[in-house]
Structure formats: C-alpha cells, structure tokens
T-cell receptor, first 112, second 108 residues
Framework: ETGVTQSPTHLIKTRGQQVTLRCSSQ?????VSWYQQALGQGPQFIFQ???????GRGNFPPRFSGLQFPNYSSELNVNALELDDSALYLC???????????FGEGSRLTVL | DAKTTQPPSMDCAEGRAANLPCNHS???????VYWYRQIHSQGPQYIIHGLKNNETNEMASLIITEDRKSSTLILPHATLRDTAVYYCIVRDYNDMRFGAGTRLTVKP
C-alpha cells in the first residue's frame, strides 16, 4: 500500500477518442510522474510535474498532456487515441524531485 | 532510451543470495542509481537507491563500483516471493528511464 491511488483501473476506448486518467498522490508529495507500460516491456517515462509545473518529459507526442493541481493530485490526458496507446499507465508520487517514487497500481487502457 | 543494461533473466535457489548486475557506463555525477521491482502487473516497488556509497536496508544491499559505471543489487536470502522483474534505473531530478529489467525467478 503506497498511498497513491489511480482511477479508473480499467477502461476501453476506441481509436480517435480522448481519455483522462487520474492520480491521487500520497499526502505531502509535491512531485508526480506518469509512465506508459506496454505488455512485456518496462515503464516508459511520459512526464513529471513539480509544484504544478511540467519539468521533465520523455519521448511522447504533444497529444499526451497533463495537469497537477494545488492539492498535488494529477491528470494524464491523451487525445486522438491510437491502437498503440493500449497499455498500463502508472502514476508515481515523490516527496521531492529526487526522492523515492511511490507507484499506484495503474490504469489499464485498451484502445479498439 | 534507457541508460542501463541488465541481463534479461536470472534464476536463484530459494534461501541463497541473488546478485543482480547492472551496467550504467554513461552515468553522470549527479545521477542516482535506483532499483525497483515489479511483481506481475502491479505498480513497481522501491527497493533501494544510492549515489556513490554502498547502501543496505531491510530488503537488499546495493554495491556501486568506484567508477560508478556498474552496480549490483543483492537479495541476501531470496524467497519465492522475490520472483519479479527487477529494474535498475539511473535518475536525475526530472528524468527516470526504465530499461527492460531482469526477470528473477526464485526456485524451490
């Protein structure tokens, strides 16, 4: 139990649609990062937010966007869904930018 | 691209020490070495991290070479519940890149 919760746990979308995934960070954590994990692969870093500002980004197109709110909860938005976006999306929070990451259990997205 | 290289799989006998190697030859001075593990499709679980010195906690030990180009995670007495994918990660303050990891199988 890490104190990081993600919703929804599973969802199905069709190609071209938009999706919003949510993450509730552990209390007091000001840093949140998001990862995409395709089946059989390691998590891929999407981006990181620190105190509501994006301060790091992996190799993902602009249709992947996010928000971090004043209470440090977070959203991942993906527009114009593609079949390859089917994956487990993981959120992780941290008390600072270099500290231990606490991961949620993920949101499994299937794009048909 | 990941900054680390790990063997894709390893086996270990229950009760024995599991030694998982990781190469990170391009690590820079302000980057930390982190280890996480992932059991089935759960979220990754933190194990240990270090910068230069060897580290030990209740789960494992981390040995980092003097030139910092490689490290070894040691699980001193592996149990069946330690069967998982282990990820070695080089991390700075705004970037964390996982590789493919090592699938450790602990056998009775």
């Amino acid at each position: 139990e890490t104190g990081v919760t993600q919703s929804p746990t599973h969802l199905i979308k069709t190609r071209g649609q938009q999706v919003t995934l949510r993450c509730s960070s552990q209390s007091g954590h000001n840093t949140v990062s998001w990862y995409q994990q395709a089946l059989g692969q390691g998590p891929q870093f999407i981006f990181q937010y620190y105190r509501e500002e994006e301060n790091g980004r992996g190799n993902f197109p602009p249709r992947f966007s996010g928000l971090q709110f004043p209470n440090y909860s977070s959203e991942l938005n993906v527009n114009a869904l593609e079949l390859d976006d089917s994956a487990l999306y993981l959120c992780a929070s941290s008390p600072d930018q270099i500290g231990e990451l606490f991961f949620g259990e993920g949101s499994r997205l299937t794009v048909l | 691209d990941a900054k680390t290289t790990q063997p894709p799989s390893m086996d270990c006998a229950e009760g024995r020490a599991a030694n998982l190697p990781c190469n990170h030859s391009t690590i820079s001075g302000n980057e930390y070495v982190y280890w996480y593990r992932q059991i089935h499709s759960q979220g990754p679980q933190y194990i240990i991290h270090g910068l230069k010195n060897n580290e030990t906690n209740e789960m494992a030990s981390l040995i980092i070479t003097e030139d910092r180009k490689s490290s070894t995670l040691i699980l001193p007495h592996a149990t069946l519940r330690d069967t998982a994918v282990y990820y070695c990660i080089v991390r700075d303050y705004n970037d964390m890149r996982f590789g493919a990891g090592t699938r450790l199988t602990v056998k009775p």
